[in-house]
């Protein structure tokens, strides 16, 4: 169990919905992340907060949006959704510090399954 | 231009056996972290070992070990004594700057390792 919390596990919509997945990091990771993991494209990184502010922006399409709340959990917002937004939706934290593999590592949920039909 | 390679797409090893596998980074920022990651079918992406780019000492984590070779700019992950429950796909990852709470994995495509009985 790597402490990060996702929900939905499994999710199954129909095309033009919108959907949140949500994320509870672990205790005392003030830095989330988003990964989106399709079998055409491989792991692809979406957004990062820290601390409640977006701190680094990846291939996040228009119609996908996130926020970290104040108690660090965040959600990704997923709009009009299309047949290829089909994917596991991972999210990830960590703390940082200078050195060491504590520090450093970033842990993952066990992913948000999304089906759009 | 790819930040990092897994040029095995597919591996077999015997059961008790080591195996290798491989991966290279290309990177300019002297300070990096080097990720492994283990992703069986049921799709959560699992924690390995972690390397930092001055670490003087090649990280180990029981059966795990990563043999970073920083000249070549490689950081190959080797698994002793194989077992069945190995059988997974293996994604190498990296985060460039330790400070920069901005940073993000970069992944690999990954290696998909079968344990032969």
């Known amino acids: 169990d790597s402490g990060v919390t996702q929900t939905p596990k499994h999710l199954i919509t129909a095309t033009g919905q919108r959907v949140t997945l949500r994320c509870s990091p672990r205790?005392?990771?003030?830095?989330v992340y988003w990964y989106q993991q399709s079998l055409d494209q491989g792991l692809q990184f979406l957004i990062q907060y820290y601390n409640g502010e977006e701190r680094a922006k990846g291939n996040i399409l228009e119609r996908f949006s996130a926020q970290q709340f104040p108690d660090l959990h965040s959600e990704l917002n997923l709009s009009s959704l299309e047949l290829g937004d089909s994917a596991l939706y991972f999210c990830a934290s960590s703390t940082h510090r200078r050195q060491g593999a504590s520090g450093n590592t970033i842990y993952f949920g066990e992913g948000s399954w999304l089906t759009v039909v | 231009a790819q930040k990092i390679t897994q040029t095995q797409p597919g591996m077999f090893v015997q059961e008790k056996e080591a195996v290798t596998l491989d991966c290279t980074y290309d990177?300019?920022?002297?300070?990096?972290?080097l990720f492994w990651y283990k992703q069986p079918s049921s799709g959560e992406m699992i924690f390995l070992i972690y390397q930092g780019s001055y670490d003087q000492q090649n990280a180990t984590e029981g059966r795990y070990s990563l043999n970073f070779q920083k000249a070549r700019k490689s950081a190959n992950l080797v698994i002793s004594a194989s077992q069945l429950g190995d059988s997974a796909m293996y994604f190498c990852a990296m985060r460039e700057g330790f400070d920069n709470a901005g940073n993000m994995l970069t992944f690999g495509g990954g290696t998909r390792l079968m344990v032969k009985p």
């Open positions: 205790s005392g990771d003030l830095s």
């Open positions: 990177t300019s920022d002297p300070s990096y972290g």
